[in-house]
Nanobody
Framework: QVTLVESGGGLVQAGGSLRVSCAASGRMISPYTMGWFRQAPGKEREFVAAVTNSGGTTHYADSVKGRFTMSRENAKNQVYLQMNSLKPEDTAEYYC????????????????WGQGTQVTVSS
């Protein structure tokens, strides 16, 4: 069992920045692939970013490349998503997730999910 708790969401104007965090408990996250997903009202949950357990390579959705940066601090059992140059279309609830698989792109292989944190980007 891994419990994930996101924080740091809020309201920001377009072009601004925000960092959301994910704190894990129950187990260390070091063996897990960690991912960020987001879901806007009426839309499916979509992949945003992920880092496999080695932490060496970060993967991003095309929609956020160059603007978002994901990082993980295994010693602190936390992961982060730094969001820059935010756009209104980034508005969504952001979820942290952990997977025992290195196949970060396969959503159903994520075993644990946080409760989400809302990010709203105003025009």
């Amino acid at each position: 069992q891994v419990t994930l708790v996101e924080s740091g969401g809020g309201l920001v104007q377009a072009g601004g920045s925000l960092r959301v965090s994910c704190a894990a408990s129950g187990r260390m996250i070091s063996p897990y692939t960690m991912g960020w997903f987001r879901q806007a009202p009426g839309k499916e949950r979509e992949f945003v970013a992920a880092v496999t357990n080695s932490g060496g390579t970060t993967h991003y959705a095309d929609s956020v490349k160059g603007r978002f940066t994901m990082s993980r601090e295994n010693a602190k059992n936390q992961v982060y998503l730094q969001m820059n140059s935010l756009k209104p279309e980034d508005t969504a609830e952001y979820y942290c997730a952990a997977s025992g698989s290195s196949r970060y792109w396969i959503t159903y292989e994520y075993d644990y999910w946080g409760q989400g944190t809302q990010v709203t980007v105003s025009s």
